[in-house]
């Protein structure tokens, strides 16, 4: 009996036991599936979150497809459809300052390209032959053009009509009609050859302005070039039944410069005589300026070039060599190369020395020239000091370009006021001329400038400027003692735009004047100190019968123990009202007439003036 109760004690002990695992299994399994239904959910929540991004992100691109790079895709789509060839705009033609005679002109000429892919297989060699021959191009480099899977190839650019002439005659015998174009092109010519080489530069192959006013005001001359568009294929192979799209071009604005062709080649002539006769190593330049305006009416460099073959060189010359050499004749070294000037610069130190009352023209004895001039212990030189040239007033000084004088009267203006005319003068900072590569100038910091170094500065050594600042600088005088901007382009006439009368636009390039730099009467003083200088002084060699000229000599270093010098005249005329400004500058003269300014470079202002002045109708006086 008690066995039997122990083993059913047993059997439902066993029971309990496996329903207890049971349970446990129950609850793990049924944990494991609610666990599975809630990942199920879950990723169904993520991978619907992630479409969702997915679209939105697809709709934000198609939207900046669509609205911001659309316009741009289409351009890019209708390039890949289409073959376009350029048809060049005429670049405008440039006048001289009476609007008559044309210093640059752009002439119809045409450009030969070609589209291989619409040449026949059995005619390529054939095509490459004849254009190699009629173009004068290599026939292999042109072969392989003709060959290539591409939509458009140039073979020959500005080419003269004769020859595309014959290219068309032999395209009708040979049957070819299709696969060479011939458009219409344009080439820059100019009429004057080298004419004011140096102010108006020249053009690329491209029609693109180089150098000189051709770069300066390349985006009113250049244009908008047209186009010859036809729909193509896949392969680039032109689609039947369709036409091709003409693009007119739009022609460049004309520009009015206000060089004077015949002054200009006045001053070329004689200024090419100069440099010969001088054998000036370094050539030379000349600047003829109206100070009422600004307007440069000359401005000729030796040596020049001729604007229609811009790269000839001598072909014996290495090419590191030629290229120097082209860019010395390219180069305008009145606007972009510095010189100290000289004796000239002595008209600075006159006309601050008056402003200032330190000084007056006509002041009998009121110098002393000893041969010398002691500045803080040292002995400065007169040009003369073997002879000196003894009492003196101001004007006769200017008049013997004296030294000592002049260094004197930078002592007692001093260094803060002098460098303050500097500045008024325009020397501190670019003229603006409207032309590329303009220089500045090379002075000592006002702070370091000492006793000598104002001494040297004063008669116009140990600093550099340009040509064209001393230019402008005389005109300030000669306008009265105003600043006057230098121009070299007056006008500009619209090629696409009308006024309400149907006349082309004309811009007229405003004069600018700038501040008063010396008073009325301080200009007169000075320029009637320059008239005895031509009269009496070192620059007789300047004087013209008939007219009142006035003018000052420079001889200068080039640099510093180079024995090589700068020989210069600047002046004006008539004396009374000037209308012309001159400046001759001569580089390293080495013939036998030596190296002063008034034997070398005062003859050639006399030149100039002799026939500029009748030119320009300015009457003569009754007296010599």
Known sequence: MIYLENKIELILNEINISSFFYFLKYIYIGGIDMLVKKSVKKRMKNS?????????????????????????????????????????????????????????????????????????????????????????????????????????????????????????????????????????????????????????????????????????????????????????????????????????????????LTIDATIQGIAEKYLKEACIDNKCTDGGNIIIMNPKTGDILALAGYPD????????????????????????????????????????????????????????????????????????GVKMKCWRYYNPHGSESLRQALMNSCNPVFIGLGQKIGVHKYYEYLNKFGFFKTTGIDLPGEASSIFLKEEKVGPVELGTIAFGQRFEITPIQMATMLSTIANGGIYIKPRVVKQIISNTEYDENGNRKVTDIEVQKGERVISEKTSKEVLSMMQTVVDEGTGKNAKVNGYHIGGKTGTSEDGVNTNKYVTSFIGTAPIEAPQVVVLITLYNPTGEGGHQGGGVAAPVGGQIFSEILPYLEIEKHEEN
Do not use: H
């Open 48 to 256: 619907i979150f992630l479409v969702l991004i997915i679209i939105i992100a697809l709709i934000t691109r198609i939207g900046y497809i669509q609205l911001i790079e659309g316009e741009s895709l289409r351009e890019k789509a209708y390039a890949q459809q289409t073959a376009d060839r350029s048809v060049s705009a005429k670049r405008g033609t440039i006048y001289d300052s009476t609007g008559k005679t044309v210093l640059a002109v752009s002439s119809t000429v045409e450009t030969v390209t070609i589209n291989p892919t619409n040449i026949k297989n059995e005619d390529k060699e054939k095509v490459a032959k004849k254009l190699s021959e009629l173009f004068e191009v290599d026939y292999e480099n042109t072969l392989k053009k003709v060959k290539k899977r591409s939509s458009i190839e140039t073979i020959a650019k500005k080419v003269d009509r004769d020859k595309t002439n014959e290219l068309r005659k032999w395209m009708n015998e040979n049957n070819i009609k299709e696969g060479i174009n011939i458009d219409e092109d344009t080439k820059r010519y100019y009429p004057l050859n080298n004419l004011a080489s140096q102010i108006i530069g020249f053009c690329g192959s491209d029609n693109q302005g180089l150098n000189g006013i051709e770069a300066k005001y390349d985006k009113y001359l250049k244009g908008t070039n047209g186009a010859i568009s036809r729909i193509t294929d896949a392969s680039g192979s032109t689609i039947e039944d369709t036409s091709e799209t003409y693009t007119e071009p739009k022609d460049g604005d004309d520009l009015i």
């Open 305 to 376: 070039y001729n604007l229609n073959e811009p790269f000839k060189v001598d072909e014996s010359l290495s090419k590191e060599e030629q290229n120097k050499q082209m860019q010395g004749l390219w180069r305008n070294k009145a606007i972009s190369d510095t010189y100290e000037p000289g004796s000239t610069f002595k008209l600075v130190t006159t006309s601050a020395a008056l402003e200032e009352g330190i000084t007056t023209p006509d002041k009998a004895g009121e110098f002393n020239c000893i041969g010398y001039i002691d500045v803080a």
